[in-house]
Structure formats: C-alpha cells, structure tokens
C-alpha cells in the first residue's frame, strides 16, 4: 500500500504528511510520495519537507518519494489536495467561479494522466475544493465508484463534535451526518440522530434543544444570515468576538460556522482537515468496509434522488465506493437534500463549460 499527497507543498498537505508518517499508517516498507510542481516552488522544498520527516520521525517513517509531475504519481491511495483556496480576506477578489477553473485545470491535468498511466485500481480522496468538481472530474476518468469527497466525511465530523460537546460526552458515541454539498448547500441530517446508550425519546429531547426553536428547513436562511454578520464582525478585526458569537450558536450552524471563521482569521484549516483526511485513511487501511459520507457521483439507479455528484453515506472500502446507505430521511431532509443535489449540477455545468 502506497500514498501520494497531490499539493504536498500546501499547507494541507503538509499537514497531512505529518500526520500520515505520526500516525504510522504506512509501514516502514511502504511509500509516501509527495507531489509537486517542476518549476514550482515544492520542486524544492518537497526534498526539504522529506528531510525533516526522516529527521522527525526516524524510527517510522516509511520510503518518502518526491514526484514533480502528474506522469510520476504511483500510488495505491491519492490524496488530492493541489489547487487553489478560497481567499482569507474579503479584501482578495477571486471569485467562486475562478477558482473552480483554476482548479478545474489542476484536477484534470491529474486525472487524465492517472487514467491513462496508472494501474487501474488508484482510489482517490479529493480534499481540493470545490470537492464537487474534483469528484465529477476524477469520475470521469477513473469511474464513480474510485473517488471519494471528503468533504461530507469532514462536514458529519464536525457535526457530531458539536453535538458531543454539547451533550458532554465523546464523538465517537454520537451518529449524525451533514450531507449534500461542500458549500453553503450542506444539509445536517438529524432526525436520525443517534446517540449511544439514549433511548429514543430522550435523543428527540435532546435533537429538539439542539434545532432550538428553529423551523425545519430555516438551517440554510440561517446559515446564510449568520455567515455574512460573521464575515463583517472578522472584516472589522472583531476575530475573537466572532469566535464568541459562533460558539453560541446550534451545534449544526457551528460546525460550519466555526471553521468558516477559523479560515477567514487568516490561520485556514489546514490542521483539522488533515487531521480528518488521516483519520479517513486510517479507516480506509483497516482493511475493511466503513460507511463513510461522502461526496461521490450518483448514477440514477444508486438511490431515488437524481444523479449527480452529492455527499450521501456509502459503503467504502479500499477499492471505492459500492453503495449508499444508512440513508433514512424526513420529507424536509430529502427536499433539501435533493435541492442540494440541483445546485450541484447547476455549478458544475458553469465550472466546466
Ligand atoms: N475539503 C476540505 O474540507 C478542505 C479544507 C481545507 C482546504 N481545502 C482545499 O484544499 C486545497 C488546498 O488548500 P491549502 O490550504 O493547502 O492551499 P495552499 O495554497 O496552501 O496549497 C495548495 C498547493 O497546491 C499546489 N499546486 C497547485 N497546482 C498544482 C499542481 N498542478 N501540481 C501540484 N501541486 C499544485 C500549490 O503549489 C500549493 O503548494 C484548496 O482547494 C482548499 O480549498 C479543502
């Protein structure tokens, strides 16, 4: 088993490298290979950000490889994370629509190649936003079932972290998902909330005191509203009242919330995304299969709603995705998500014109 951090220059990807060599999920025998750019600054610094791994971790780093060109990559598992990111400051004018060409430009130049000159069997996260694009392009070229986005994977995390925190008790004993788009079209999935060891009357209690007084269907106009008071209170150089505001709010509004300040206080979020990609891979080298939410591209026959790249639960394992599952939804869950689904396209149409 070999990994390639595609943009291991940037600040995920070295993050990730970190994590990946700390966490030991290569074996000494295995690879990492770190790819860059010929002519960029990481043709450099890729070979120095080798050194300092081996320097780090001496007893249990696995071979390290520096790759400085699409025709290079060789791996079993390819995190993507090359490409442009949406600016820290509403001072810099780059558009969505820019930056999705841009990285349009990027996934592909992999993509194509990969298709080509790989083995055939590469499973691919994209961490690269939009992740929706970086999914529909790796699809076509390597199939559906070989790309995961792990954007709904980070989004359900960071619900259930939320919750947990709330409640006062560990991630890990809460189920949640946060599904639909990497973007501003996510939709939180609660009403099959579960929480260990709370029967169902006490988890409606509890999903009831999380919505607040909230109207189903009112989480995107919130998000909206309260998106756009936070990027004024971090324009006005208020970060930590922002900070103190968003961490009042309802554990989904926070889960996007939080983060959407923490990248615009100019620190980004690198740390938890690589984090959360580690812990992603961790599942995926166990050998086994996992239900992971993803952003994956839905054929008609994959589920009831319509086809398209959307973050839906499937069932994942090392060789790609084989189904969605464990996706049981209220009627206003299921129009939203749907509606999701619509704004996908829609982008992607523009995005790849
Ligand atoms: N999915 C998520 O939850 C999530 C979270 C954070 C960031 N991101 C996304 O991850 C991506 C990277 O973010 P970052 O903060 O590390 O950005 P960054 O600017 O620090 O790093 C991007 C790296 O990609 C490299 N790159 C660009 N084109 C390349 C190419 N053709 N080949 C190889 N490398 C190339 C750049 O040189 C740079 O080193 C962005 O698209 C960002 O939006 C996603």
Redo the contacts with the bound molecule.
């Keep these: 088993m070999d990994i390639a951090i595609?943009?291991?220059?940037?600040?995920?990807?070295?993050a990730l490298a970190v994590q990946i060599v700390a966490r030991k999920l290569l074996s000494p025998r295995q690879r990492l290979q770190l790819?860059?750019?010929r002519g960029?600054?990481?043709a450099q610094a890729l070979f120095g950000l080798r050194a300092d791994l081996y320097d780090a971790y001496a007893e249990i780093t696995p071979e390290i490889d520096v790759a400085l060109a699409?025709e290079e990559v060789a791996a079993d598992l390819i995190l993507f994370?090359?490409?442009?990111?949406?600016p820290t400051s509403g001072r810099q004018m780059v558009s969505r629509l820019e930056?999705a060409r841009i990285?349009a430009e990027?996934v592909q130049?992999?993509a194509s190649v990969l298709a080509q000159r790989g083995h055939g069997q590469e499973l691919v996260v994209?961490?690269?936003?939009p992740?929706e694009l970086g999914v529909e392009v790796f699809a076509r070229h390597l199939g559906a079932a070989r790309v995961i986005?792990?954007?709904a994977y980070?989004?359900s995390m960071r619900l259930r972290r939320e919750i947990a925190a709330d409640l006062g008790v560990r991630r890990q004993r809460i189920s949640a998902y946060m599904l639909g788009e990497?973007g501003d079209a996510l939709v939180p999935i609660l009403s099959k909330l579960w929480i260990y060891a709370y029967d169902e009357a006490e988890v409606g209690v509890v999903r009831e005191r999380l919505i607040g007084g909230r109207a189903p269907g009112d989480f995107a106009i919130a998000l909206t509203r309260e998106k756009m008071h936070l990027k004024e209170l971090v324009g006005a150089g208020e970060v930590e009242a922002a900070f103190r505001y968003a961490e009042a709010m309802a554990p989904d509004l926070r889960a996007v919330l939080l983060p959407l300040v923490t990248?615009i206080s100019t620190a980004?979020?690198?740390i938890s995304?690589a984090a959360?990609t580690a812990e992603l891979c961790e599942q995926l080298l166990g050998g086994g299969q996992s239900v992971i939410p993803a952003q994956v591209r839905l054929a008609e026959d994959d589920w009831d709603g319509p086809a398209g790249v959307l973050g839906v639960p499937v069932v994942c394992d090392l060789r790609g995705w084989s189904q969605v599952t464990d996706l049981e939804l209220n009627d206003q869950e299921r129009s939203d998500l749907f509606g999701s689904a619509r704004i996908i396209q829609q982008q992607l149409k523009e995005w790849l014109k």
Aim: charge should be positive; charged fraction near 10%; aromatic fraction near 2%.
């Design positions: 595609i943009g291991a220059n940037g600040d995920v990807g070295r790819v860059g750019r960029g600054a990481s699409p994370t090359a490409g442009a990111t949406a930056l990285n990027v130049s992999y994209m961490v690269t936003n992740v986005g792990m954007g980070q989004d990497h990248h980004k979020t690198a995304t959360v």
